[in-house]
C-alpha cells in the first residue's frame, strides 16, 4: 500500500504529459506551475522568481547560481513588487542586505529549501520538474531551475 492515492497518481500521469512550465503573477504572489496555480509567501514568490530570472537572462552559469552571485537588490527589487515596499517584512529585509551588504549561503539554502517543500506539498508529485536543482559538487554547488526559458512568463 502505497502513500499515494489512485487520484493523484492519474493526476501526475496526465500532468506530464503537459508541457512544463511556469507562469509568474505578482499581484497574487503565485505561480502557476503545469496548470496548478500555487499560492506563495512572498519572499518565497521573489526568491522563485530570482531563480527564474536567472535562468532567462543566463547569470551564474547556464542561469544556476551559487549564493554569491545572487543580487540581493535584484531580490529586494522582485520582494517589493510582490509584498509593497513599505511592508515591515521588506523593510525588515531591506535592513539585512544593508547590513551584511550581501545574502550568505544559509539564506540561499533556506529559500531553497522552504521553496521546494512548498512546492512539493501544493504540487505533490507533479513538483519535480518545477523544483530548484543543483548542478556541480559540494563547495562549488550552484542551485537553478530547469523549466525552458521559452516555457517562462509573468516575469522578464
Given amino acids: 500500500a502505497g502513500d499515494v492515492s489512485f487520484s493523484e497518481t492519474v493526476s501526475a500521469a496526465t500532468s506530464q504529459l503537459l508541457p512544463v512550465g511556469l507562469h509568474f503573477d505578482v499581484t497574487c504572489s503565485s505561480v502557476t506551475a503545469g496548470g496548478q496555480t500555487v499560492v506563495l509567501p512572498p519572499l518565497l514568490w521573489?526568491?522563485?522568481?530570482?531563480?527564474?530570472?536567472?535562468?532567462?537572462?543566463?547569470?551564474?552559469?547556464?542561469?544556476?547560481?551559487r549564493y554569491a552571485e545572487v543580487d540581493p537588490q535584484e531580490l529586494l527589487r522582485l520582494y517589493g513588487d510582490c509584498a509593497g515596499r513599505m511592508s515591515a517584512e521588506?523593510?525588515?529585509?531591506?535592513?539585512?542586505?544593508?547590513?551584511?551588504?550581501?545574502?550568505d549561503d544559509a539564506f540561499f539554502m533556506?529559500?531553497?529549501?522552504?521553496?521546494?517543500r512548498a512546492l512539493k506539498s501544493a504540487l505533490g508529485l507533479d513538483a519535480t520538474p518545477y523544483l530548484p536543482a543543483t548542478q556541480g559538487s559540494k563547495g562549488s554547488t550552484r542551485h537553478g531551475l530547469q523549466v525552458a526559458v521559452s516555457r517562462i512568463t509573468g516575469i522578464d
Avoid at 59 to 64: A, D, L, T
Fill in 46 to 65: 521573489a526568491w522563485y522568481a530570482l531563480l527564474a530570472r536567472a535562468l532567462i537572462r543566463s547569470w551564474g552559469v547556464g542561469g544556476f547560481l
Fill in 110 to 116: 533556506q529559500k531553497n529549501s522552504k521553496l521546494k
Fill in 90 to 103: 521588506y523593510i525588515q529585509l531591506e535592513q539585512q542586505i544593508v547590513r551584511d551588504r550581501a545574502l
